[in-house]
């Protein structure tokens, strides 16, 4: 089983839809939890970051932490062009430096 | 700025012939990695280093070389390239136990 699952996409939406990506994982000693956005031709940026279940808000950004199914999502409300990108969960341990990264979605809204 | 530069940006090479990617930050970060992403298979780490002197494999080291001499610095070096390793490759750091990590703009290497 692999450590980290992350719906595959690519996902294209229009604008102003409400995106659900979705990421599940398998190891119990991962404890922090976050989301990076990667536009084509960059680097990933770190979106979002939160250590405990439960929800947590960024604007028109919401990440969602489910630590008993072992299961995070991202959500976006009335989504833009420019949320097009690659989107990766990631996952940290309490202790170290390392992450573990899903494979990204790739997410197009359209004008 | 605070920021990753990596060096070059695009390469063409053949197999056998050896080739260096630079990596330099500036925010004084004691923990660096390397990634390469490949369609499908995500970001996998390559070699990561704590600090000066110390580096460490990571998922996909076969292949690889890295050293860290200065804090700064993080170099990935390819002795002998394959076709394989044909991807793009990401420089990060970060603070040692800091959950956000700082990306390079990334170095698309073919190797014919």
């Known amino acids: 089983q692999k450590e980290v699952e992350q719906d595959p996409g690519p996902l294209s939406v229009p604008e102003g839809a409400i995106v659900s990506l979705n990421c599940t994982y398998s190891n119990s000693a991962f404890q922090y939890f976050m989301w990076y956005r990667q536009y084509s031709r960059k680097g990933p940026e770190l979106l979002m970051y939160t250590y405990s279940s439960g929800n947590k808000e960024d604007g028109r950004f919401t990440a969602q932490v489910d630590k008993s199914s072992k299961y995070i999502s991202l959500f976006i409300r009335d989504s833009q062009p420019s949320d097009s990108a690659t989107y990766l969960c990631a996952y940290k341990e309490t202790s170290g430096s390392r992450l573990t990264f899903g494979e990204g979605t790739q997410l197009t809204v359209n004008p | 700025e605070a920021q990753v530069t990596q060096n070059p940006r695009y390469l063409i090479t053949v197999t056998g012939k050896k080739l260096t990617v630079t990596c330099s930050q500036n925010?004084?970060?004691?923990?660096m990695s390397w990634y390469r992403q490949d369609p499908g298979l995500g970001l996998r780490q390559i070699y990561y280093s704590m600090n000066v002197e110390v580096t460490d494999k990571g998922d996909v080291p076969e292949g690889y070389k890295v050293s860290r001499k200065e804090k700064r610095n993080f170099p990935l070096i390819l002795e002998s390239p394959s076709p394989n390793q044909t991807s793009l490759y990401f420089c990060?750091?970060?603070?040692?136990?800091?959950?956000?990590?700082?990306f390079g703009p990334g170095t698309r290497l073919t190797v014919l």
């Open positions: 990060a750091s970060s603070r040692v136990g800091g959950s956000e990590q700082f």
């Open positions: 925010m004084n970060h004691e923990y």
